[in-house]
């Protein structure tokens, strides 16, 4: 490394005397500073890389986004592409009929589910006449006359 800096990684008196401070003051810090001496100079490249590979994955999110729904591109190979995009097109038809299908049964079970609730809330409004005591001593508001 050609770096100038005072404190580059590498055993100058300035990184010697910082590691020494450093397991004085703290020691993580003191081994943190013998990390920085041994392997600083990979860093540097470790940064560049990772900024590198981050602008390349946003770079490939921005160009699927202005392309559109289509997921794939084209390979060159024509037979292989007509292919690919009738199975596709075949697998879409094949989705869309199951879709079509769960909402039909969707609509069949809340169906099936409405009659059932309605036959537990009829045979719970049958119940509950049946076994209402007929009291002839009921005020107008519904409550029992108190005798008193």
Known sequence: MTSTALIRP?????????????FMVFWPLGLAMIAYIVWGDRFQNFRSDWRGNARGMWRGCGRNARRGAAPFTRTGNVAFDDWREKELDRLAEERRKLDEMR??????????????????FDRFMSNRRASKPDTGGETGNGGPVING
């Open 10 to 22: 590498a055993w100058t008196p300035a990184t010697i005397a910082l590691t020494v401070v450093g």
């Open 103 to 120: 909402d039909e049964f969707d609509a069949y079970a809340q169906e099936l589910r409405r009659a059932k609730d309605q036959e537990e």
